[in-house]
């Protein structure tokens, strides 16, 4: 009987590897990206590389968008000591003079980025709906999307497993 649990035992062992293993495996890679911030300097995935990030597509127009920014903004100032690094990507139908005024309204501390032609959210899958969150992980996977305000309690909590 004891051989026979140590087997069972074994199996599910060998199984819980495999399945994690395909789970990761079939993760996407977040694309690479030039992000043109509101600063006029730019930011490029391989300046992110083994750093857990967001990256935060919204719009000065999006009541939802506006709603989560300063728990966004939190979640940011909670981790970013820790090595979260995080970009909020405004739309292209996005006025750049609306953009940098509510930057700098809600004192955003962190970096914010212009997707001017659309090129960004296309990358990204196509994002069309804001907000629009992903989580990334060291190795550049994507771990979550979010499509509209994220649960923040789960958000963290997987923030918190990432760093």
Known sequence: MRIKLLST?????????????????????????????????????????KKVIVVNFWATSCTTCVAEMPRMAELYQRYKDRGLTFVAVAMSYDSPAYVVKFQRNKKLPFPVAFDKDGEL???????????????????????????????????????????
């Open 9 to 49: 035992l074994a199996v599910l062992a060998v199984l819980g590897i495999t399945c994690t293993t395909l789970l990761v495996a079939n993760t996407p890679s977040a694309p690479p990206s030039n992000f043109y911030l509101t600063d006029n300097t730019q930011l490029q995935s391989k300046d992110l590389a």
């Open 121 to 163: 959210a296309k990358s990204w899958g196509d994002v069309s709906l804001t907000p629009t969150t992903f989580l990334i992980d060291k190795s550049g996977r994507i771990v979550k999307k979010y499509i509209g305000q994220p649960d923040f309690n789960d958000f963290a909590y997987r923030i918190e497993q990432l760093l």
